[in-house]
C-alpha cells in the first residue's frame, strides 16, 4: 500500500487508475475490518463512483486536485450531505446530515475518495474509542489493545493500511493519542486553521480538525488541502492554508527546542526513553536542545476537565428529540426531551453532561468554570513565556503505549490521564502534532510529541520531517 | 476593526430536506408533544 502523495501523482500522471487504488484498499478493508471495527460505515459504492469521476477527469485532461484518488476516511462526527453521520451514538443513528462539513467538500475538490466513516468514542468523548455505542475498535497493531481515541477509527483505518489518510477531531488529544498508539502521524492544527463548519460540535474553544497519515509528508498534504479561512465558521483564521510540504526539507539547524520536563515526568520510563532519542536526533541535525519547563501546564488536566464538560453540556443541549435523531414519546414535551436523552446518550457522555451542568450552574459557577477559565490563561502565559526562548517544544504524546481493552473503562479518571500531555495544547489553541519514534518495551509504537506557538506549523512539520527521516 | 461581513443574503438549507429528518413534521413544521396542560 503506498503513500497519498505517491497515489495521488501516478493517478494524475496517468500511471495508475483511481479506480484500481480504490479496488485495493476496498480488499485490505475487507480482509481485516470484522476483526478492528474501525468503520461506521464503509462507503464502497460511493467510493467506486468517485474513484471513476477521477480516471474521467484525468482522461479528459482536466485538473484533478492534489489528492486525486486518494482513499480517505473521515471520523464520523464530520458531516456528511446524505451519508449517515452517526457520533457513535444511538441519539443519531440513521441521520443524514442535509449539508457536508468544509472539510469534507475540500477533500472532494481536491479529488480525494472517501472511502468510510470511522468509529470514534460516542460525541468524541473518551480515549480508547470504548465509548462507541456500536462497539470498540481493536489497534491494529495488537488486537487485545485499544486503539485509543476518541478518533480511534481514523487512527486504525490509517495504521491497518484500509486507506491513505483520514481526518479526525482533537478536542484534548483525540487525534494525538491514538496516531501514538496505533504507529501513526496525527496533528492538530492551530485553533482556526481548518474550519469546524460542519463537525459536531464537542467542546467548541478547544475543539479542532486534523489529519492522520503514514508518513509526516502526507500529513502535510491533506492538511494543506483542508487548512484555510472559511466564512461559515466564525472562528476559522483568516489566510490561506500555510506551506507545509515545502519546507519539509529544510532541517532543524539552529532552531531552539525544549523539552518539556512536566510532560517527561509523567509518562512511563520506555516512553520517556523515545523523547530523549528524538531530543538527540533534533540535536544531531542541529538543534539547540535543553530542558523547558511550563509550571502552569499540570493544571491543563483539571481546567480542561470542567471547560470541556461545561461546553459540552450546552452544545449537546441540542439533541432533543425535535429537529433529528431519537426520539422517545412522552406524554408531554419535558417527559419526551428526557426519555429521548435517557436512552439515546451512554454512560460517559452523561457523566460529562452533568459534570459540565453541574460547573456551570449559580452558585458554582465562579468556583469551578471561572476557575477552569483563570488556569487556562496562566498556560497561555507560561506558554507565551516559553515560546520567548524556543521555537519548539518537545515530549511524548501520551503515559503508555497502547493499553488493554477493559482496563480503564470503568475508572474514568485513569482515562482522562491517557490526555494529559495533549490537553494543554488544545487550552492554548496551539499546534502539535505526534510523530511515531519506535517501540516501548512491549513492541508497541511509541509517539513523541512537537508542540509550537500558534500558526507555528511549518516549523513544526520541518522538526518532524527531521524526527522521521532519522528513523529510516 | 469590524470583523462582521456585509448583510448579504445567502443560501440556506432547504425545509423540506431539513425536515425529512426531524422525528415528527406538520405542515412545514416540527412537531413536538403537547407542551402546557391544554388537550392533545
Redesign the interface.
Known sequence: VSSAGDIAGAVRSGARSAADVVEEHLAVIAGREAELHAFNLVLADEARAAAAEVDRRVAAGEEVGALAGVPVALKDNLCTRGIPTTCSSRILEGWRPPYDATVVSRLRDAGAVLVGKTNMDEFAMGSSTENSAFGPTRNPHDPTRVPGGSSGGSAAAVAAGFVAGALGSDTGGSIRQPAALCGVVGVKPTYGLVSRYGLVAFASSLDQIGPFAGSVADAALLLEAIAGHDPRDSTSLPGPAPALRAVLGQGVEGLRVGVLREFVDAVELDVAARVTAAAGALEAAGAKVDEASVPAITLGLSAYYLIATAEASSNLARYDGVRYGLRVDGEDITAMYGATRAAGFGAEVKRRIMLGTYALSAGYYDAYYGQAQKARTLIIRDLDAVYESYDLLLGPTTPTTAFELGVKADDPLAMYLSDVCTIPSNLAGHPAMSIPYGLGADGLPVGVQLLAPALGEATMFRAAAVLEASLS | VNVL?DDVPGPS??RD??LA????AEDGR?R????LGEAP
Open positions: 461581513r438549507l432547504d430536506e431539513v429528518m426531524a422525528p415528527a416540527f413536538v408533544p403537547r407542551i
